[in-house]
């Protein structure tokens, strides 16, 4: 039976998983107006939907996988595990106010109106902090609910802040902190579908990786190995000249401009950056 995963269509989630699905080795071709296809290297089906629809279809057992953002899976309620989490479309949802109010905590918040799509999410977050609010569902340019007097604040996506500024609004509290992620239905995860959540996952810790190469002096292996281990232990390969070796590591991407001068400082030289491909730890 061939496998299918729903996979965003359109929205900021559409480009990050095309890159993410054909790095994992996956490979198709989608004209603009497709709504599926299949895989030509394993049996496999892509579904092209609404983000929205992801979680439902893959509740429903339309799609045996799906791509969504986790506030979105977080908002229908529906009962599914995250496979995987994926590293990007990384936004907050965040209850924000215009600059003009005192508007500062979330007991504040005691009897107001707020604009949202994700009212589930917003009301279960005040209900659990024991505060009764009112949310008004509503879709689209949710920050000028508060001009408008449709609301007095409002909880919405945010990832730089720049259109809060805009619409003269301010942040106050994040209620969710969201990313895109892998989903399936509860239970164990086999077969085929065990296969593609392990490429999938390679390609996300690899991304979060670098390979370092350089050589040194092998009086300053111990000292290099405290500053990059590795996952296990660095590779350590003799050189031809007598008491010189060559050391294979990784590091955190996010780390390496500041591991770099201390890698230099501890004797290494010739040092080689290189991105992964994939990575199972």
């Known amino acids: 039976m061939t496998l299918r995963l729903a996979v965003p ?10 890159t993410l699905l054909r790095q994992s080795g996956l490979s198709y071709e989608k004209t603009e107006r497709a709504l599926s296809v299949r895989v030509r290297n394993i049996d496999l089906e892509l579904l092209f939907v609404r983000t929205d629809d992801v979680c439902e279809l893959v509740a429903d057992g339309v799609a045996d996988l799906g791509i969504t953002g986790l506030d979105l899976l977080t908002e229908t309620g529906t009962r599914l595990q995250v496979a995987a989490e994926l590293g990007y479309g990384r936004c907050r949802l ?21 604009a949202t799509s994700h009212p589930r999410t917003t009301n279960r977050f005040f209900a659990d902090a024991g505060i009764t609010i009112t949310t008004v569902p509503l879709r689209g340019s949710i920050e000028v609910a508060p001009k408008l007097d449709i609301a007095d604040a409002i909880v919405d996506l945010v990832s730089s802040g720049s259109t809060l500024l805009v619409n003269g609004l301010r942040p106050v509290v994040t209620v969710l902190e969201s990313q895109a992620v892998l989903v399936a239905r509860e239970g164990d995860i086999t077969g085929l579908a065990a296969e593609i959540v392990t490429m999938i996952q390679a390609v996300v810790a690899a991304r979060r990786k670098r390979y370092v190469l350089m050589n040194a002096p092998a009086t300053a292996v111990n000292a290099i190995e405290e500053i990059i281990p590795g996952i296990d232990a660095p ?11 060559a050391i294979h590591s990784t ?20 040092i080689l950056v290189l991105p992964i491909q994939q990575l199972i730890p």
């Not at 600059?99 to 107001?112: M, N, P, R, Y």
């Not at 590091?251 to 290494?268: F, I, M, N, Q, T």
């Open 9 to 18: 269509n359109k929205g900021r989630l559409e480009e990050p998983s095309a």
């Open 94 to 114: 965040t209850v924000a106010v215009p600059q003009s109010t005192d508007l500062a905590e979330v007991a504040d918040f005691d009897g107001l109106r707020l």
């Open 235 to 245: 590779t350590v390969v003799p050189l031809a000249h007598d008491g010189l070796v």
């Open 251 to 270: 590091v955190e991407s996010d780390e390496v401009w500041g591991v770099l001068p201390r890698l230099k400082e501890a004797g290494a030289s010739g």
